[in-house]
């Protein structure tokens, strides 16, 4: 069992940017490969991005590819996405996922464990 709990979030302007922090605990979190999704309301649970075990193999949705940088410290069994240069439509519900496979995969379905989700809004 991981407990993951999200932090961070708030309202930010448009061009901004925000850090969001999922701190694990129970099982060892350097077992896992973690992943960021967000969910809009009336829409679907979105991936935005993971890395693996050792924060390599990064895989990042194409929305946001070169504006948001996820990052891990098993030291801390803390996982991280820096997100820059927000816009209106990044504006979701955030929620960190640890799943056992070896790649973050973009289906939710494949991770085993959430948190609560922290809110995210961006105001144009």
């Known amino acids: 069992q991981v407990q993951l709990v999200e932090s961070g979030g708030g309202l930010v302007q448009a061009g901004g940017s925000l850090r969001l922090s999922c701190a694990a605990s129970g099982r060892t979190f350097s077992r896992y490969t973690m992943g960021w999704f967000r969910q809009a309301p009336g829409m679907e649970r979105e991936f935005v991005g993971g890395?693996?075990?050792?924060?390599?193999?990064?895989n990042y949705a194409n929305s946001v590819k070169g504006r948001f940088t996820i990052s891990r410290d098993n030291a801390k069994n803390t996982l991280y996405l820096q997100m820059n240069s927000l816009k209106p439509e990044d504006t979701a519900v955030y929620y960190c996922?640890?799943?056992?496979?070896?790649?973050?995969?973009?289906?939710?379905?494949?991770?085993?464990?959430w948190g609560q989700g922290t809110q995210v809004t961006v105001s144009s």
């Open positions: 996922a640890a799943s056992s496979g070896g790649w973050a995969a973009s289906t939710p379905s494949l991770y085993d464990y």
């Open positions: 890395v693996n075990w050792n924060g390599g193999a990064p």
